[in-house]
């Protein structure tokens, strides 16, 4: 997965040797900009290969923990990220990161994330919860075994007493779990969740390059609830053509059918959405994808392209009542959708409680 490792000149820390050595990989000193500069050198696509099989490990300047940025005008969730890491080894259709290859083209690890720390303390001095995550701009689990983040953030809640006061939860579309099981055999009393994304079979062999099978990540779903790790599952993008609603219903029916509800915090609906400069590149790197087949249309707030408001009503209505029937009182939420589509749906907030 990784085949290179650099890091800054301007950083000292025994994490290079310890990440090299996981890595099996010598590692090499150079700026960021020497990398950028290398990397615009080389075609469209062999941009993304080498920068997806390229680790940079470097020191975080600005702020760790931000608000989720969400969209204007949509429902907040109340989330919160940190970004102890950018960029993915996989390689999904629609992910907004293929934006900006020209100046982020491989993985960046920061080397800093105890910088973290004072950030979280600042935030709990005037907050008596924090729910937050990692995956938003990385996958958060797909290099756990190299980078220990799972590791490193139970060690830190537990350490210096916040297992009550975070809610942490590690999104991911692998099934790399071994290092969060360690690490929950070690700091048990941690409140930690892990969000799947989930799709179509045939959506994640096509759309999810590299990324683990469905059946990977349902059996890593029944295996961390085994630990008595709870879930959030991710219906996100909702790929909105009339003739896939039956198979997104059924694939609702097959996990709610096969997992623990106890133990499922949150669910996600989410309708795929897209920025006007992503479309093009979509449309160049993966001409037979199934997010160009249907029509979108742009917002007038967030200027993001999504599908007709009333397929998006019709999806949600159906994924919601297929739930329901299989898991009463779901915790269900819509992410990035507005005011109105809740009322229409007769979703009040507190159908997800903890989320808001």
Not at 7 to 24: C, F, K, T, V
Not at 94 to 120: G, K, S
Not at 275 to 303: C, N, Q, V, W, Y
């Amino acid at each position: 997965m990784i085949e290179r490792l650099f890091y800054d000149p301007d950083i000292q820390s025994p994490q290079i040797e310890n990440i090299a050595s996981r890595l099996g990989l010598f590692p090499h000193k150079a700026t960021k900009d020497e990398l950028i500069a290398y990397v615009k050198s080389l075609p469209l696509e062999e941009k993304f290969r080498w920068g997806k099989s390229t680790l940079f490990l470097s020191r975080q300047k600005g702020r760790f923990l931000k608000k989720c940025p969400g969209s204007p005008g949509v429902v907040c969730c109340n989330y919160y990220t940190v970004n102890t890491v950018t960029g993915c080894p996989f390689d999904c259709t629609y992910c907004i990161l293929q934006n900006y290859i020209e100046n982020n083209p491989f993985i960046t690890a920061f080397l800093n994330r105890e910088d973290l720390i004072p950030e979280i303390a600042s935030h709990l001095h005037t907050h008596s919860h924090l729910r937050v995550g990692t995956g938003e701009l990385a996958d958060s689990l797909a290099l756990d075994k190299i980078l220990e983040e799972s590791l490193f953030f139970l060690a830190m809640i537990h350490d210096h007493h916040w297992h009550k006061n975070i809610t942490i939860e590690f999104k991911t579309k692998s099934s790399e779990i071994e290092t969060l099981l360690e690490a929950h055999k070690h700091y048990p009393e941690v409140d930690v969740v892990v969000g799947f994304s989930v799709n179509l079979p045939s959506f994640t062999e096509k759309e999810e390059g590299n990324t683990a099978p469905l059946e990977k990540r349902l059996l890593a779903m029944q295996t961390l609830q085994k630990h008595g790790i709870p879930l959030a599952l991710h219906f996100d993008p909702l790929i909105m053509l009339p003739d896939l609603l039956s198979e997104y219903q059924r694939l609702a029916q097959m996990l709610f059918s096969t997992l623990d509800h106890r133990l499922i915090r949150w669910i996600s609906l989410g309708g795929y959405r897209h920025t006007l400069s992503l479309a093009p590149i979509i449309e160049k790197r993966f001409p037979r994808s199934l997010l160009l087949a249907g029509e979108m249309f742009p917002s007038e707030d967030d200027h993001k392209f999504r599908y007709f408001r009333p397929l998006r009503r019709q999806f949600y209505h159906s994924m919601l009542a297929t739930i329901e029937k299989i898991f009463p009182g779901a915790p269900i939420y819509l992410c990035m959708e507005k005011q109105f589509l809740w009322e229409n749906l007769s979703l009040p907030k507190d159908r997800c409680a903890e989320c808001f």
